[in-house]
């Protein structure tokens, strides 16, 4: 987690999406580094490939923005969005991304 390197390794042509955690949750809340996600966004290695975030446990300002990503000033192609949603009273996800990425 937070390896931009790594993660570009990893790519190839065969990849369709990168799905990844702003701020990691399940393993405790782990920060990535301040250039990981600009240099994820930024990369070359991965145009044809759509960025997924998952932002289950740190949307909806439980940060201080709106998303996690926010903080990076970094825009996914597409948001997945949960637990929050519901409000702990009811299970509630969604899917947000451009009419286009769709």
């Not at 987690?1 to 405790?28: H, K, M, Y």
């Not at 909806?60 to 997945?80: E, K, M, Q």
Request: net charge negative.
């Amino acid at each position: 987690f937070g390896d931009a390197d790594a993660l570009a390794q990893a790519i190839d042509a065969n990849t369709v999406a990168v799905l990844l955690e702003p701020i990691q949750g399940e393993a405790g809340i782990i920060v990535p580094p301040d250039d990981y996600l600009p240099r994820v966004r930024a990369s070359p290695d991965w145009i044809s490939s759509a960025i997924i975030s998952t932002l289950c446990s740190v949307h909806n300002a439980r940060t201080g923005r709106t998303f996690a990503c926010d903080h990076w000033g970094v825009v996914p192609d597409i948001y997945l969005l949960g637990k929050a949603l519901g409000g702990g009273v009811v299970p509630l996800s969604a899917v947000v991304a451009d009419r286009d990425v769709l």
